[in-house]
């Protein structure tokens, strides 16, 4: 069965300080990776997306890296903001031709001041 | 930018009632999207469709049923609302992929549906 995993589940850092989120999966054949913010009670907004023959894809201060053999996708977040508190959803999309996709349970992120 | 809209932001219905929620994109996207997130469990796919008139069922289509008469406008209707259907429902839109291709998806602001 597809399978995207995100860890952690939540996490709390300070304003100004960087952290790193975890997607897993096992979703195959693999097309293409996306990461999404999604702020409370609106829609996920994409950040990055990724090819399998795309390492890494910067958008701002995120920068997403993908390792296809290991199945594995990190979002680095650099010197975080208030505005980055959010939910942010991994999802991993096989090569179907109407794009249907796995999508992890999401990270939330608190950025306290 | 691409825009999906759908038709409300909050709604509260009552069980048994029919409810139809509507979802409009402004790109010419061939494949739509119906989506619902609860707490815990991420987004589930609903139903999808990648032509007028065609749709497909997604992972949790009990309860559902949709329609897509005009390529910019995928409904979701509930037939018979219960109260395990009250959630945030997502619609989303992409671009059919050529050749290897993204196909992003860009989704709405979402309907937060209570059913009492």
Redesign the interface.
């Known amino acids: 069965k597809n399978q995207v995993e995100q860890s952690p589940q939540s996490l709390i850092i300070l304003e100004g300080k960087n952290c790193t989120l975890q997607c897993n999966y096992t979703v195959s054949p693999f097309?293409?990776l996306?990461w999404?913010k999604q702020d409370t009670?609106?829609?996920?907004?994409?950040l990055t997306?990724m090819?399998f023959s795309e390492n890494t894809k910067s958008n701002g201060r995120y920068t997403a890296t993908l390792d296809a053999d290991t199945k594995q996708s990190s979002l680095h977040i650099t010197a975080s903001q208030l505005s980055d508190s959010a939910s942010y959803?991994c999802?991993v999309?096989g090569g179907t031709?109407?794009?249907?996709?796995t999508?992890?349970?999401?990270t939330t992120l608190t950025v306290k001041p | 930018d691409v825009k999906?809209t759908q038709s409300s932001r909050y709604l509260v219905k009552r069980t048994g009632e029919k409810v139809f929620l509507e979802c409009v994109q402004d790109m010419d996207h061939e494949?739509m999207f119906w989506?619902r997130q609860d707490p815990?469990?991420?987004?589930?796919?609903i139903y999808?469709s990648?032509d007028v008139k065609m749709k497909?069922k997604?992972d949790i289509p009990e309860g559902y049923s949709v329609s897509r008469e005009k390529k910019e406008r995928f409904s979701l209707i509930l037939e018979s609302a219960s109260t395990n259907q009250t959630s945030m429902y997502?619609c989303?839109s992409?671009p059919?992929?050529s050749g290897?291709g993204?196909?992003?998806?860009?989704?709405?602001?979402?309907t937060?549906l209570t059913v009492l």
């Open positions: 097309s293409n996306r999404y009670g609106r829609g996920p907004v994409s997306i090819t959803i999802v999309t031709n109407a794009g249907k996709s999508f992890g349970d999401g | 999906v494949n989506y815990g469990l991420g987004l589930r796919l999808f990648y497909e997604g997502l989303a992409s059919r992929p290897g993204y196909n992003e998806q860009f989704f709405g602001p979402g937060r």
